[in-house]
C-alpha cells in the first residue's frame, strides 16, 4: 500500500489541517507504509525534499487568492506522480486539489477526502467551484469527517454519509511540554489569579469579543488571557481599553511553541468562544483537555467544537455570542474543588480515550486496508 496526503501546506507550516497530514504521513511511514506528501510552497522553486525517509513534493505558487493557492506546478506534478500511489488522501477545503486531481488519471486509485470543513466565506465563489466539488464528493472512496455531528449537520457531505466515516483528530501531547519555572512565571505574573485562558487567530469567527465582554462580569479573581494575533488585535484592543479591562484582558500575542504548554498547565480554564461553523473542531480544545483542563466552549449550528467538548463531562457549551452564558459556565466549573476537579479528570480521560494521535491513526489504518481488500 502506498499513501500519497495531498495539501496546501506542510511542516514546518504547522496550522490545524497541516498538523494533521504531518501525524498521519509520520505515522504511517513509522509502521511500515509508505506514505508521501504533496503540497505548495508559495514563493519559491518547485521542489522534492526527502524527510524523514519519505518524499515531499512542493509546488511552487503564484499567489494565494481567497485562502486558495495559485499553481500549475502543484497540477502537472500530481500528473506526474500519482501512477505510484494506491491512495490519494485529500485534505480539504482545497480547490487546487480538486483541479489537479480532475487533470489526473485516476484509475484504480482509492480516493479519501478529509473534510476539515466547509467553505463558509466565500459563498459566491462557492457557486462557482460546487460542480467541481461535487464531482469530487461522487468520486471519492471515503469521506473523513473529524466528527458524526459534523457529518449530519454539514449541508455539503451529509447527503454523502453512506462513504463518511468520523474520525476525531488526535494529537502528539508530547509536543506540548510544561516548564515548571514558565508555569510559576506566569501565575506569579497576574498575581496567582485565576485563569481563562483562549487562543487563536484574531479573526471574525472566534468571537473573542464575547469573551471579553464576559470578563467584565467575572469578580476580580479570575484574569482572561488571550493569546494569538490577528486582522482584528487592534479592535479587540480598543474593545478592553474601552470597557475598563487593562487589568483583567490581557492580549499577549502568539506564543512561542515552547511555551504554549507552560500556559495550557499555567490556566485553570480554556475558552473557545468561537460563533460559526468554520471553527470545525477546535483542535486547541483537546491541546487544553491533554492537560486536564475544563473546557467552556459554544454551540455552533454545524459544527463540532460542542462535540468535542462534552457538555457535563469535559466542560459546559454555551450559545454563541452571549457573554453572560460565558461568565456563568466559567464560575459553575470553578466554584468548588470538588466540581472543578470532576471536570479537569473527565476532560483528560476523554483526551485519552479520543483525542490522542495513536486513535487517529488506527482509524485511518483501518479505513485504508478496507480500501485496499
Known amino acids: 500500500m502506498k499513501v500519497l496526503q495531498v495539501g496546501k501546506f506542510y511542516y514546518p507550516i504547522i496550522g ?76 480539504l477545503p482545497n480547490p487546487l486539489a480538486n483541479i489537479a486531481l480532475l487533470a489526473s488519471k485516476l484509475e484504480g486509485k482509492k480516493i479519501v477526502l478529509h473534510w476539515h470543513s466547509d467553505i463558509i466565506k466565500q459563498k459566491k465563489l462557492l457557486k462557482l467551484y460546487r460542480p467541481l466539488q461535487t464531482w469530487l464528493l461522487n468520486r471519492a472512496d471515503a469521506i473523513i469527517g473529524t466528527s458524526e455531528k459534523y457529518i449530519f449537520e454539514s449541508e455539503e457531505i451529509k447527503t454523502y454519509s453512506e462513504k463518511c466515516i468520523p474520525i476525531p483528530i488526535g494529537i502528539d501531547d508530547s509536543r506540548l511540554q510544561s516548564d515548571p519555572d514558565i508555569v510559576t512565571s506566569i501565575k506569579e505574573k497576574y498575581n496567582n489569579k485565576k485563569i481563562v485562558l483562549s487562543l487563536g487567530r484574531h479573526v471574525y469567527y472566534k468571537g473573542f469579543e464575547y469573551l471579553i465582554s464576559a470578563a467584565s462580569l467575572l469578580d476580580d479573581s479570575f484574569v482572561v488571557i488571550i493569546g494569538g494575533d490577528g486582522p482584528l488585535r487592534s479592535e479587540l484592543q480598543k474593545q478592553i481599553n474601552a470597557e475598563g479591562l487593562d487589568n483583567k484582558v490581557y492580549l499577549v500575542g502568539k506564543i512561542p511553541s515552547h511555551e504554549l504548554g507552560s500556559y495550557f498547565e499555567a490556566c485553570d480554564i480554556f475558552c473557545l468562544p468561537s460563533i460559526l461553523k468554520s471553527e470545525a473542531f477546535g483542535v486547541v480544545q483537546i491541546e487544553a483537555m491533554s492537560f486536564g483542563k475544563p ?49 479537569s479528570l473527565a476532560s483528560k480521560a476523554r483526551f485519552n480515550n479520543i483525542f490522542k494521535r495513536e486513535v487517529m491513526f488506527e482509524k485511518v489504518k483501518a479505513l485504508y486496508d478496507s480500501l485496499t481488500k
Open 16 to 91: 490545524g489541517v497541516e498538523t494533521v497530514a504531518f501525524d498521519i504521513t509520520e505515522m504511517l511511514n513509522r509502521n511500515g507504509i509508505t506514505c508521501d506528501v504533496l503540497c505548495t510552497d508559495i514563493g519559491k522553486k518547485s521542489s522534492v525534499e526527502s524527510f524523514n525517509g519519505y518524499n515531499i513534493y512542493r509546488a511552487a505558487s503564484l499567489t494565494n487568492i481567497f485562502s486558495t493557492s495559485i499553481s500549475l506546478e502543484y497540477i502537472f506534478i500530481l500528473r506526474a506522480i500519482i501512477a505510484k500511489y494506491d491512495i490519494i488522501h485529500i485534505h
Open 295 to 343: 473546557i467552556v466552549a459554544t454551540n455552533i449550528k454545524g459544527s463540532g467544537t460542542s462535540w468535542v467538548n462534552q457538555h457535563g463531562v469535559s466542560g459546559l457549551n454555551v450559545e454563541v455570542r452571549n457573554p453572560i452564558e460565558l461568565s456563568q459556565a466559567i464560575c459553575a466549573i470553578t466554584k468548588n474543588k470538588e466540581v472543578y476537579s470532576k471536570y
